[in-house]
Each structure stands twice: as structure tokens, then as C-alpha cells.
């Protein structure tokens, strides 16, 4: 049984994370880039402890939210998170393999899908000690493509999928989406600093989606003094009432 921990996001939010299921920067920076525009129902595809899904749900983002993940430890951390915040009822935690996604309840019903995908093709990178840091950072249990593939199923058409990446494999993830149909639309490149190559890529396709990728500006974490951005510091903001005014149970 893994040991679980509360991580304060503010002070009326805190979510359950373990040594294997927790979260980095890029998860703040991808729900800030995909809530660009409000969602009815979207779906967060390898969600572990549900962090983005938590923040699009705290921004208010999205009607409707399904995080899915293969592990059972995972969904467990998220359904803890639901249980203490009962307003937090719009996030449906589920186990599922997301290859296997589909059907009435799933096919073509999603306005918005969310992945940070496994950013190493198999045998590439250094592999971490914990096998569910190995399943989220390797393509052990799913490869690009699979993502890809399940984010049009999901999607209807005129839909979006908004990704994570790096940049090093860029060719390959805009060749997983045009092949899938899902043409990309805008790109974000974010980098540490103004002289520092970017160190991952956002990027929002559209199911069916005509030609045409608006690239933004990038985005700057810090300052060359060291100091975060403002912009940095907004995407790491969290309402503080809203959807988070419950109290814990």
C-alpha cells in the first residue's frame, strides 16, 4: 500500500499524492494553456493524482471532468480528493486502460482532452526507480500514438487535444496527430529563461481541424535575475473560493 500525503495547493485545497503519484510544473503549466477556452466535458488521459484535473476543475474550465488511469493506486488518490471536496463532484475519477476507451459513454463525447504523455520512446532516457514514474515518463504501457488515437475517439468533431511534450521528439508528435486526423492549432514553446533553449512544448489540435498553427510567444519562467515571471506566477494562482470553498471532511 503506497503512503499517501495531503499537498497544499491553497488553503482550501489540498490534493492526496504518494512517492509514486505526484506532480510537477509541467502539469500546472498544461491545465493553464488547455483552459484557455471553457469546456463542457473534458477528459484527462493518464491522470495519476489528478492534478490537472483539479486545477481545470478549480479554475472552473470545465463542466465536467473524467480523469482516467490504468493504475488503481492513482484513481484511488483522486476519489479521496473528491470524497474530502464534495464540490469538486464534477471530476469522475476512473481505472481504465485508456486503449480500451470507448463505447456510447466515451466515443465522440468529449469536448477537451488533456494528456502530459510519455515523453520517451522505449529505450530512450534515463529510466527512474520507481516503476510508476518509468509507466508516466516511458512508453511501457502506452506510446504516443495510442494517446493520439484515443484523443480523436474521444473527441467530437471540432474538438480539441491539448499535450505536453518535448521538443526533441516535436517531429513526432505532429506526425501522431496528423495521421489521427487531429490537426495541430497552436503551439507554445516554454522555456527556463530568454537565453535557454525550451525545455517542453504545449500544443492544442483540433479533431478535423482545417490547416493553420498560430505560434505564440514563449513562455518565460523566470526573469534573469532568477525571480519567476508574473505570467509564471498567475498559472501557479488558484481561486480561492468557487469551486474550493468546501472544507475538508
Request: aromatic share 8%.
Amino acid at each position: 500500500m503506497e503512503k499517501v500525503s495531503c499537498e497544499p495547493l491553497t488553503e482550501q485545497l489540498s490534493l492526496f499524492v504518494s512517492k509514486e503519484h505526484t506532480f510537477g510544473t509541467d502539469a500546472f503549466l498544461l491545465a493553464d494553456f488547455a483552459g484557455e477556452y471553457r469546456a463542457e466535458r473534458c477528459c484527462d488521459l493518464g491522470t495519476g493524482c489528478g492534478i490537472i484535473a483539479f486545477l481545470l476543475a478549480a479554475r472552473e474550465k470545465a463542466a465536467h471532468i473524467t480523469c482516467v488511469d490504468l493504475s488503481a493506486d492513482a484513481i484511488s488518490l483522486c476519489n479521496r480528493t473528491v470524497e474530502t471536496y464534495p464540490a469538486l463532484g464534477r471530476v469522475q475519477p476512473v481505472c481504465a486502460d485508456l486503449r480500451k476507451l470507448g463505447g456510447r459513454e466515451y466515443a465522440g463525447q468529449f469536448d477537451l482532452v488533456v494528456c502530459n504523455p510519455p515523453y520517451y520512446a522505449e529505450g530512450t532516457g534515463k529510466l527512474s526507480r520507481s516503476k510508476a514514474a518509468q509507466v508516466a515518463r516511458h512508453e511501457m504501457e502506452c506510446t504516443l500514438e495510442d494517446v493520439v488515437e484515443t484523443a480523436f475517439r474521444l473527441l467530437r468533431v471540432g474538438g480539441s487535444v491539448c499535450l505536453s511534450f518535448k521538443p526533441e521528439r516535436m517531429a513526432d508528435l505532429f506526425f501522431e496527430l496528423r495521421k489521427a486526423r487531429l490537426e495541430p492549432k497552436r503551439l507554445r514553446m516554454v522555456q527556463k529563461n530568454e537565453g535557454s533553449a525550451p525545455w517542453l512544448l504545449l500544443v492544442e489540435a483540433r479533431k478535423c481541424g482545417k490547416p493553420f498553427l498560430r505560434v505564440e510567444p514563449p513562455l518565460l519562467l523566470y526573469r534573469p535575475d532568477g525571480t519567476q515571471t508574473e505570467e509564471f506566477q498567475r498559472i501557479y494562482e488558484i481561486p480561492s473560493k468557487g469551486a474550493m470553498q468546501d472544507e475538508p471532511n
